[in-house]
Nanobody, 124 residues
Framework: QVQLVESGGGLVPAGGSLRLSCAASGRTISRYTMAWFRQAPGKERDLVAAISWSGFTTHYADSVKGRFTISRDNAKNTVYLQMNSLKPEDTAVYYC?????????????????WGQGTQVTVSS
């Protein structure tokens, strides 16, 4: 089993930045695809970004391309989401997710493991 714990969310003004972290425990994630999803009130949970086990391949939703960067540190068993130029429409609960690497599952999953989420609120 893989346990995922997100941190780094908060309240930020439009145009600001936040860095989310996802700390994994239970197993090394070095062979896992990792991803960030988000869910705004009344909306479905959507994929924001994903990163392959090696870090060489990444995927971003069109709405965040050029503003968000996903990265991983396998030695620290941690994945990050750097969010710049934040907009009010980025407001959501952000979830970290993991799945054993399978190129057929990249980037949409389905994902086996999920964190509890961290709230990101961007004020206008």
């Amino acid at each position: 089993q893989v346990q995922l714990v997100e941190s780094g969310g908060g309240l930020v003004p439009a145009g600001g930045s936040l860095r989310l972290s996802c700390a994994a425990s239970g197993r090394t994630i070095s062979r896992y695809t990792m991803a960030w999803f988000r869910q705004a009130p009344g909306k479905e949970r959507d994929l924001v970004a994903a990163i392959s086990w090696s870090g060489f391949t990444t995927h971003y939703a069109d709405s965040v391309k050029g503003r968000f960067t996903i990265s991983r540190d396998n030695a620290k068993n941690t994945v990050y989401l750097q969010m710049n130029s934040l907009k009010p429409e980025d407001t959501a609960v952000y979830y970290c997710a993991a799945v054993e690497y399978d190129k057929r599952r990249f980037p949409l999953g389905p994902y086996n493991y999920w964190g509890q989420g961290t709230q990101v609120t961007v004020s206008s």
